[in-house]
């Protein structure tokens, strides 16, 4: 039953959902497969524009991104929608939540959607949902939508992988923007004002345009506020052209180069870090003999410098 693997590479370039699907699960499991399925595929990437869209529950995210993404198909474009679902506890939950919310798209082979849980991640979502969106460049997305609940620091490493990063406000929700939280305030390229159809909206815009004024502009940016109303579909027009001047001044700017030298930099340390402690860990016997060892360090019967030491020494590390 199992493909070649160059097999399944040459169905995921060629867009085929079902080698998507797989290829996703293989992600999310840290299959063995994912690996080398992402090493043959990378040559093929790099092409895709990534756009991250946050902000507290409820303001209107998915709705947005279903908009959004029937904008760009209109153009042609292929999309790839990844929704990062924090409130689900299991998978199940997080396919069902965004999966009926942007079924409108049911059908268009152009447009693909992937909702993934925040729990129960082997190696951290962060860099799942990377990896997934390199996979879906691979197979020839060119706009790729990820849809993230702005709440924790998680959320915030995820949607920093954008090239682009839209925070969605609402009116009346708890208000104040000192209620924002800081760190999101700070990721934002563009502020949407979803919502704009409720009482407050005025107000809201105001205090934003205020305190955008006090931040820095980055490389000449200065983070504009795109007033929409998603279930309308009002304002989505107005978005995406300021997504793309984004992308104009983010690219000629040189600042894209450096986010994704950053980027990796950061993935390459992880890898790293993961290889190592794999290898170290296997030649010492494993998490039985860290599990020992710990409890050894736990009840005095070692220190933890002597115990990281004889670890290292059997799988060949001096220290
Ligand atoms: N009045 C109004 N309602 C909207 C607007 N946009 C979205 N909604 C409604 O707001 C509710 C929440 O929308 P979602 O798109 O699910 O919000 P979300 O941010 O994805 O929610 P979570 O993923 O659960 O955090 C839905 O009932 C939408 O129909 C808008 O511009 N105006
Ligand atoms: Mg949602």
Not at 42 to 63: C, D, E, H, R, V
């Amino acid at each position: 039953m199992s493909l070649p693997i160059e097999t399944w590479a040459q169905q995921i370039r060629n867009g085929e959902i079902r080698a998507i699907s797989r290829a996703i699960t293989a992600i999310e499991n840290h299959a063995p497969e994912a690996e080398p399925l992402l090493k043959i595929l990378f040559p093929q990437t790099g092409a895709a524009y990534l756009t991250g869209i946050t902000g507290a529950p409820g303001t209107g995210k998915s709705t947005l991104v279903d908009r959004l993404a029937a904008h760009y198909r209109k153009q042609e474009d292929r999309v790839g929608v990844i929704a990062v679902d924090p409130t689900s506890p299991y998978t199940g939950g997080a396919i069902l939540g965004d999966r009926i919310r942007m079924q409108s798209h049911a059908g268009d082979a152009g447009i693909f959607i992937r909702s993934m849980a925040t729990r129960g991640f082997l190696g951290g979502l962060a860099r799942a949902t990377a990896e997934v969106a390199l996979l879906l460049d691979a197979a020839g997305k060119r706009e790729i939508l990820i849809e993230t609940v702005g709440v924790g620091q998680d959320e915030i490493e995820i949607v920093r992988l954008a090239d682009c990063v839209v925070v969605m406000l609402v009116p009346g929700l708890g208000d104040d923007i000192q209620n924002m939280k800081a760190g999101l305030m700070e990721i934002g390229d563009i502020f949407v004002l979803n919502k704009s159809d409720r009482e407050g909206a005025d107000r809201l815009e105001e205090q934003l345009h205020a305190m955008l004024s006090l931040a820095m502009p980055r490389d000449g940016w200065h983070p504009p506020v795109v007033r929409t109303v998603a279930s309308e579909n009002k304002g989505v027009g107005t978005l995406a052209e300021t997504i793309s001047k984004f992308r104009a001044h983010f690219e000629s700017s040189g600042e894209r180069v450096k986010k994704h030298t950053e980027h990796w930099r950061n993935r390459l340390l992880e890898l790293i870090e993961a290889r190592l402690l794999e290898r170290v860990l296997n030649a010492a016997g494993g998490e039985a003999a860290l599990d020992r060892l710990a409890s050894d360090v736990a009840e005095r019967r070692k220190d933890p410098f002597s115990a990281v030491s004889e670890i290292l020494a059997k799988s060949g590390l001096k220290t």
